[in-house]
């Protein structure tokens, strides 16, 4: 039985998973584990996807980095403008009997946007007959506009200097969403940008600023000045907000604020474009079939649909074939059309035409949709602010992992950064190297990990153990297999942040050894193809 699945179902799954992450309905973690040799340290092991793995990557992880909302986006592909290049028109029935100029025989791989060394994002939406883009597009109003090469163009967004460091790479563009058109939607990257006192009211000698809205995390702190709430300090912009709504509490009475959203991404600028769409425009006409024995001037192209407004008009040669058809309206709210001639005079027969439709949402009313962003780009840096990052060892594997739980299983682990390992505080560091097996009285059995100087006095007194089987305590006596000193003692022991018996290992990277020293930072990035 033949089945479909639409590239727009990819980007909604691609979209849900991002969703997961923005709105915190998962909670997602980058990891890096085995700090022990490959069979050949020059040639990692193909990573295998069975159970008895999945509890090998997870047993030998050394640390956790929560993936923040910030540190993912949806991705789509890269096409640069280049002069002399014929781009691919937008074109709603690309398909096997009506493939594209560059072969696509779907919209979805069609080159029909492109990404200028300005950082703007423009899709074409007529390629003047397939002719080659001599003039870099550089406008970004919300117009649609022609230059003199014949190209019509809309400016759809500008990548934002964060998401060009973070995400953009020679294959993928960040894509985002911004503007809540009126409706609550989760991948909208609203922040509350600032808050204007309207009325300062009196009598304040203590307030509290209260943000409500459909985003999270937004915090501010009010500024008193002679009974007055003078101005009002963001302290936490948020994110996913399209409203935002301030209310003052205090001892005085009748202060007042307004919100004003943005985001870090160019909020103007792509806000302007989401927030004019036109809804469904015809966008031209394809002649399909000319036809004969039309009279120039006697043929009213008569558009009709679900939607309103769009108008057209004709051209007729010398034969009586139609040859263009020029929109006078695009019209709005069409998903479909159907496009017929009246004539007073003559009789015309034979011409067959297709109207072209922008999406319902309009051109660049929902870039990662229109885009077809089916991709999630994600990332994380680690640096040595946290003890917990190891530092001195080396790692062989970075992964992904979904909602792993507390060490005592009680909860989903959403810290920052975590560690599985056992931490000790030791009077003897120097019986302990990195790497060395450690056994204990209890039965336990740990490597090694990491030494540091917790207390900042120069000496080193903190161990990090890594769990081979369980079995520890603050009493215990321990065993150094490597060197041979027996009867190690430790001073305090810390558990684990996380378990390693639990999360869903979404991905995982085998690599050549990597050394972590203080000075170093890893910026690790993943793609994830829906």
Same mark, same amino acid.
């Not at 909604?12 to 050949?40: G, K, T």
């Not at 397939?130 to 400016?155: A, C, Q, R």
């Not at 060490?407 to 790497?435: K, M, Q, R, W």
């Given at each position: 039985?033949? #089945?479909?699945?639409?590239?727009?179902?990819?980007?909604?799954?691609?979209?849900?998973?991002?969703?997961?992450?923005?709105?915190?309905?998962?909670?997602?973690?980058?990891?890096?584990?085995?700090?022990?040799?490959?069979?050949?340290?020059?040639?990692? +092991?193909?990573?295998?996807?069975?159970?008895?793995? #999945?509890?090998?990557?997870?047993?030998?992880?050394?640390?956790?980095?929560?993936?923040?909302?910030?540190?993912?986006?949806?991705?789509?592909?890269?096409?640069?403008?280049?002069?002399?290049?014929?781009?691919?028109?937008?074109?709603? @029935?690309?398909?096997?009997?009506?493939?594209?100029?560059? *072969?696509?025989?779907?919209?979805?791989? %069609?080159?029909?946007?492109?990404?200028?060394? !300005?950082?703007?994002?423009?899709?074409?939406?007529?390629?003047?007959?397939?002719?080659?883009?001599?003039?870099?597009?550089? =406008?970004?109003?919300? !117009?649609?506009? +022609?230059?003199? !090469?014949?190209?019509?163009?809309?400016?759809?967004?500008?990548? *934002?200097? $964060?998401?060009?460091?973070?995400?953009?790479?020679?294959?993928?563009?960040?894509?985002?969403?911004?503007?809540?058109?009126?409706?609550?939607?989760?991948?909208?990257? &609203?922040?509350?940008?600032?808050?204007?006192?309207?009325?300062?009211?009196?009598?304040?000698?203590? %307030?509290?600023?209260?943000?409500? &809205?459909?985003?999270?995390?937004?915090?501010?702190?009010?500024?008193?000045?002679?009974? $007055?709430?003078?101005?009002?300090?963001?302290?936490? $912009?948020?994110?996913?907000?399209?409203?935002?709504?301030?209310?003052?509490?205090?001892?005085?009475?009748?202060?007042?604020?307004? $919100? +004003?959203?943005?985001?870090?991404?160019?909020?103007?600028?792509?806000?302007?474009?989401e927030s004019t769409a036109i809804s469904g425009t015809v966008d031209r006409i394809v002649i399909t079939e000319g036809g004969q024995d039309y009279i120039n001037n006697d043929v009213v192209v008569v558009i009709t649909g679900d939607g309103a407004g769009a108008t057209a008009s004709a051209t007729v040669n010398a034969a009586g074939s139609i040859t263009s058809i020029a929109m006078t309206s695009p019209g709005s709210g069409y998903t479909f059309a159907h496009v017929g001639l009246e004539q007073a005079t003559g009789s015309g027969?034979?011409?067959?035409?297709?109207?072209?439709?922008?999406?319902?949402? &309009?051109?660049? &009313?929902?870039?990662?949709?229109?885009?077809?962003?089916?991709?999630?780009?994600?990332?994380?840096?680690?640096? =040595?602010?946290? %003890?917990?990052?190891?530092?001195?060892?080396?790692?062989?594997?970075?992964?992904?992992?979904?909602?792993?739980?507390?060490?005592? +299983?009680?909860?989903?682990?959403?810290?920052?950064?975590?560690?599985?390992?056992?931490?000790?505080?030791?009077?003897?560091? @120097? !019986?302990?190297?990195?790497?060395?097996?450690?056994?204990?009285?209890? *039965?336990?059995?740990?490597?090694?990990?990491?030494?540091?100087?917790?207390?900042?006095?120069?000496?080193?007194?903190?161990?990090?153990?890594?769990?081979?089987?369980?079995?520890?305590?603050?009493?215990?006596?321990?065993?150094?297999?490597?060197?041979?000193?027996?009867?190690?003692?430790?001073?305090?022991?810390?558990?684990? @942040?996380?378990?390693?018996?639990?999360?869903?290992?979404?991905?995982?990277?085998?690599?050549?050894?990597?050394?972590?020293?203080?000075?170093?930072? @890893?910026?690790?990035?993943?793609?994830?193809?829906?």
């Amino acid at each position: 039985m033949p #089945l479909l699945v639409r590239r727009t179902g990819r980007q909604q799954l691609a979209r849900s998973f991002y969703r997961d992450i923005y709105n915190e309905n998962d909670f997602y973690y980058m990891f890096v584990s085995r700090a022990y040799p490959w069979a050949d340290d020059n040639d990692p +092991e193909i990573p295998r996807d069975s159970q008895f793995y #999945l509890q090998q990557y997870k047993h030998d992880m050394l640390f956790v980095k929560r993936v923040e909302a910030a540190d993912s986006v949806l991705l789509t592909k890269r096409y640069d403008w280049e002069t002399n290049t014929v781009y691919d028109q937008y074109d709603d @029935e690309y398909a096997t009997d009506h493939p594209a100029f560059s *072969g696509a025989t779907n919209l979805a791989d %069609a080159k029909y946007y492109v990404l200028t060394n !300005d950082f703007n994002v423009y899709k074409c939406l007529d390629n003047n007959n397939n002719s080659p883009s001599t003039i870099k597009p550089t =406008s970004t109003g919300t !117009d649609t506009f +022609e230059l003199d !090469d014949g190209y019509v163009w809309k400016f759809m967004f500008q990548i *934002g200097s $964060a998401d060009r460091t973070k995400f953009l790479s020679q294959s993928y563009i960040p894509v985002r969403k911004v503007a809540g058109s009126g409706q609550p939607e989760f991948d909208v990257n &609203g922040e509350v940008a600032s808050i204007s006192v309207t009325a300062g009211g009196s009598g304040y000698t203590t %307030a509290t600023v209260i943000i409500q &809205g459909d985003g999270t995390g937004a915090t501010a702190t009010a500024n008193i000045v002679g009974g $007055a709430i003078d101005s009002i300090t963001i302290d936490t $912009a948020g994110r996913g907000y399209t409203f935002a709504f301030v209310t003052i509490n205090g001892d005085g009475t009748l202060a007042t604020a307004e $919100a +004003e959203l943005g985001t870090t991404e160019t909020p103007t600028l792509q806000q302007a474009v989401e927030s004019t769409a036109i809804s469904g425009t015809v966008d031209r006409i394809v002649i399909t079939e000319g036809g004969q024995d039309y009279i120039n001037n006697d043929v009213v192209v008569v558009i009709t649909g679900d939607g309103a407004g769009a108008t057209a008009s004709a051209t007729v040669n010398a034969a009586g074939s139609i040859t263009s058809i020029a929109m006078t309206s695009p019209g709005s709210g069409y998903t479909f059309a159907h496009v017929g001639l009246e004539q007073a005079t003559g009789s015309g027969t034979g011409a067959v035409l297709r109207p072209v439709i922008s999406p319902y949402e &309009g051109h660049g &009313g929902n870039p990662p949709k229109e885009l077809f962003a089916t991709n999630v780009g994600i990332t994380a840096t680690f640096t =040595s602010t946290d %003890a917990d990052i190891i530092i001195g060892n080396e790692f062989r594997q970075i992964g992904l992992i979904k909602n792993i739980q507390n060490f005592a +299983e009680t909860a989903i682990y959403t810290d920052t950064i975590g560690t599985p390992c056992h931490v000790v505080t030791v009077s003897n560091p @120097e !019986d302990y190297a990195l790497d060395d097996i450690i056994t204990v009285d209890s *039965g336990g059995r740990f490597r090694v990990i990491q030494k540091i100087d917790s207390n900042n006095d120069g000496t080193v007194d903190t161990v990090y153990l890594q769990e081979v089987y369980p079995g520890i305590s603050v009493s215990s006596s321990l065993n150094n297999l490597n060197s041979g000193v027996t009867g190690m003692s430790i001073n305090s022991l810390v558990n684990p @942040e996380i378990s390693t018996h639990t999360g869903d290992v979404m991905y995982i990277d085998n690599r050549k050894p990597i050394t972590r020293d203080s000075d170093q930072v @890893e910026t690790v990035k993943i793609i994830l193809n829906f």
